[in-house]
């Protein structure tokens, strides 16, 4: 078990509720408040234009930032940009004559009251008006002023205050960027948005710029077919596999397998999983995971031993078994199964139904009432079901069986879930037998153990490259 894991461990249970339903919205929301309060301790009134990325939780952080500048005794102001204009950013023009000689002046914003204030901006967009955006550009960067910015201009937005833009998929960031060279002196951006939409967003910009794909896949949804970029059009959806390794694992026995519905969605688990271990196949590397996870043993190279899609051989009367997305089984008989995260927001629950309720009763309770590696109290129905995608993983642990789960660092619903899991289910001394770890963490520990500067080269460079 790595360090970094360790002592996210040490650190997250200390004072964690033991409650039976292992994660919930409000530790979500936990991370995320603290990540907007860091951004905010950091950079409010050092740097004068905050953007803040959103999608479907704009009321939210709105919300938090009022709370922010009500705890800090900073003054909150609004700014709705639909009917915004020039004047009313930079302050009205005031022409006087001296010595027959025209002047112009502006008068102070009617939004800047002089004091330390957040002036949140919304619905800004791609059409805005581009006078408009230079009048944000005006008021926001110092300019010349660096030499004396307590003394700047009342037309300027005074030292130590900020705007704080709320950014949708439609904010004008390029367009910003274009006007002034200030933009990177004044502006910060945090992004906000869930996890899921970070990296739909980044395979779809992997997909028009390393695989030239500018059309958009088509995801079937009642009915109704919607178009999503990180989507592949399904007759390419071979180019899932990144091309290194694409022509010799499609030519292999370990590409016999059932695919996905959804494998042609570049955010397939099924996919990553496959771009990750089948490299160390081919290469014959797999011991270098061994050693990572600190389990001893010899590898037989064939796709009996070594598969994609493991369905569960302790559910022999099971219709629908548990699959386990990689496997392994050593020379010794030790098997050790392995379970991808990306993109997914949580693990699977079940529905309290009847189908369920008998499939607890029939299957998995004869599987987890004698595990010595299962904590009592979560041997029930209830909280098997509420668990259940979870709970199917872990009734594989045993004394000559490992289940590994691997996931990204940023996704933090998956990550709190794991470990809150082997803190509550995994009974004492059966921790070694659950291992967790990030991606980013299993990348780097590749780096010391593989002997191939190619095969490191691609993890670092053509795997966290798409995926990261």
Known sequence: MDSELMSELAKMFGDMDSTKTLIGDQDINTLFSNDLNVFMDSLFGRKRILILKVNMNKAKIIKELKEYCERTKIEVSSLDTKNLTVDNIKGECEIFYENGMPYSYRKKPYYVSGANQMILVDNLAEDTDIEVLRAFMYMGSLGCYYDDVENLPKEKLP???????????????????????????????????????????????????????????IFNYQGKELLYEHILPVDKRELNIIEKYRSDFFQSDYSNI?????????????????????????????????????????????????????????????????????????????????????????????????????????????????????EKSYKTEDIFLDNYQIMRNIAHVSEDSYVIFIYPKENQGIRKTALSARK????????????????????????????????????????SYKYF
């Open 258 to 374: 059932n695919f996905h519905k959804y494998f042609h969605h570049l955010n397939s688990s099924q996919a990553m999983c496959i771009n990750f271990f089948y490299p160390l196949i081919k290469e014959n590397l797999l011991e270098s995971i061994l050693s990572v996870i600190n389990i001893k043993g010899e590898i037989n190279y064939n796709s009996k031993d070594i598969c994609f899609e493991k369905g569960s051989e302790l559910e022999t009367n099971a219709k629908r078994k548990t699959n386990f997305d990689f496997y392994i089984k050593l020379t010794s008989g030790i098997k050790v199964y392995f379970e991808i995260k990306y993109s997914e927001n949580e693990f699977g629950k079940a529905k309290h139904d009847e189908e369920h309720k008998n499939k607890f009763n029939d299957i998995y309770m004869p599987l987890i009432k004698d595990n010595p590696a299962i």
């Open 424 to 463: 509550n289910i995994i009974a004492r001394g059966w921790g070694a037998h659950f291992i967790l770890f990030t991606w980013e963490d299993l990348i780097k520990e590749l780096n010391y153990r593989l002997n191939s500067g190619e095969v490191i080269n691609y993890y670092n460079k053509e795997f």
């Open 159 to 217: 030292y130590g205050s900020a705007y704080v833009f709320i950014a949708d998929n439609n904010f004008p960031i390029k367009r910003f960027a274009s006007i002034s060279s200030y933009w990177n002196d004044e502006a910060a951006i945090l992004d906000l948005r869930d996890y899921q939409t970070k990296i739909k967003g980044h395979l779809g910009a992997y997909k028009r710029n390393k695989l030239k794909i500018l059309e958009d896949g």
